[in-house]
Nanobody
Framework: QVQLVESGGASVQPGGSLRLSCVAS????????VGWLRQSTETVREGRAC???????SYKDSVSGRFIISRDKSKNAVYLQMNDLKPEDTGVYYC????????????????????????WGKGTLVTVSS
């Protein structure tokens, strides 16, 4: 069974840090791009960061310098280190892969509709509040 599972979401104060994890089962992420996106509306998710199959990283301007995306092939996992968190970072975060090697612009600079062909996890909630 093909599955992506996110974890690591929590409630933190502004300025805090979190590390989100995305672990795949049923298929290998090795040569696939993987992105982290935040829920915007019921069917729309906004790209935040993406790592390509050859480990090139791309970020939305608003998170560049604060978020770091990485992968561990031995664990079939991709991570999002979130630093200097702001209240506007609050939301449900999903990992996704288009099952191709290149990062679509939508994965880090645009939006993705959930009814497309991408593979999604079930999300993890990040709340940034004082």
């Amino acid at each position: 069974q093909v599955q992506l599972v996110e974890s690591g979401g929590a409630s933190v104060q502004p300025g805090g840090s979190l590390r989100l994890s995305c672990v795949a089962s049923g298929f290998s992420l090795d040569n696939y791009s993987v992105g982290w996106l935040r829920q915007s509306t019921e069917t729309v998710r906004e790209g935040r960061a993406c790592i390509s199959g050859d480990n090139r990283r791309s970020y939305k301007d608003s998170v560049s310098g604060r978020f770091i995306i990485s992968r561990d092939k031995s664990k079939n996992a991709v991570y999002l280190q979130m630093n200097d968190l702001k209240p506007e970072d609050t939301g449900v975060y999903y990992c996704a892969t288009p099952r191709g090697p290149d990062c679509p612009y939508s994965y880090y600079g645009g939006i993705v509709y959930t009814h497309g062909t991408d593979s999604w996890g079930k999300g993890t909630l990040v709340t940034v509040s004082s």
